[in-house]
């Protein structure tokens, strides 16, 4: 099987810059995409394709992909971004994988 | 609007069987591949079932592989999945969602660029005796 690994959970200052990384092997080689989970809430996607962002979806979210670690990156976070977040790949051994998930309290 | 609405949860026995529907409006439903992906209350997402427009592929997580089974009818926009020999790890909200592209790809593809771009609010499977 395939596994993504994510920190269990992040914490960020108000204004501040949160990394979320996601880890796996040779992740580098695959697409990326990322889902916030608010309490409640569906997940909705924030990065697709390694560094898109969807229609409606605030410039402060940002992605990349390199080696065995994609990044989503919250700039200027707010306390609105408070939520789990969870990476998401495609791989032959285990089909639309997702990440094992983060939450990112804005202290 | 994209709406997805799951219907059919509830309370289940160990072993017995349930089905899970989601009625899908908003868009052009036969465009679409569609997916169930569940999670445990308090857990994280795992990916459970997936099917392409035309039903033509389908997969299964291995954990539910042989158990449950997807299918979809294009005539009444709706997704379905039956679950079979439940198991009390089967406790979980179960999502209908819409993926970005017509496909599911199965093995033997190659690094598809996927997401998936609308989820419905899940409906409770609770397993227990």
């Known amino acids: 099987s395939y596994e993504l690994t994510q920190p269990p959970s992040v914490s960020v200052s108000p204004g501040q810059t949160a990394r979320i990384t996601c880890s796996g092997d040779k992740l580098g080689n695959q697409y990326v995409c990322w889902y916030q989970q608010k309490p409640g809430q569906s997940p909705v996607v924030v990065i697709y394709e390694n560094s898109k962002r969807p229609s409606g979806i605030p410039e402060r979210f940002s992605g990349s992909n390199s080696g065995n670690t994609a990044t989503l990156t919250i700039s200027g976070t707010q306390a609105i971004d408070e939520a789990d977040y969870y990476c998401q790949t495609w791989d032959s051994r285990s089909p639309y994988v997702f990440g094992t998930g983060t939450k990112v309290t804005v202290l | 609007e994209v709406q997805l609405v799951e219907s059919g949860g509830g309370l289940v026995q160990p072993g017995r069987s349930l089905r899970l529907s989601c009625a899908a409006s908003?868009?052009?439903?036969?465009?679409?591949?569609m997916h169930w992906v569940r999670q445990a209350p308090g857990k994280g997402l795992e990916w459970v079932s997936g099917?392409?427009?035309?039903?033509?592929?389908?997969g299964y997580a291995d954990s539910v592989k042989d158990r449950f089974t997807i299918s979809r009818d294009n005539a009444k926009d709706s997704l379905y999945l039956q679950v079979h020999i439940l198991r009390p790890e089967d406790t979980a909200f179960y999502f209908c969602?819409?993926?970005?592209?017509?496909?599911?790809?199965?093995?033997?593809?190659?690094?598809?660029?996927?997401?998936?771009?609308?989820w419905g609010q899940g409906t409770l499977v609770t397993v227990s005796s």
């Open positions: 099917i392409s427009w035309n039903s033509g592929s389908k």
């Open positions: 908003g868009f052009t439903f036969d465009d679409y591949a």
């Open positions: 969602v819409k993926d970005s592209t017509s496909l599911h790809y199965g093995p033997g593809n190659a690094n598809p660029p996927i997401y998936f771009d609308s």
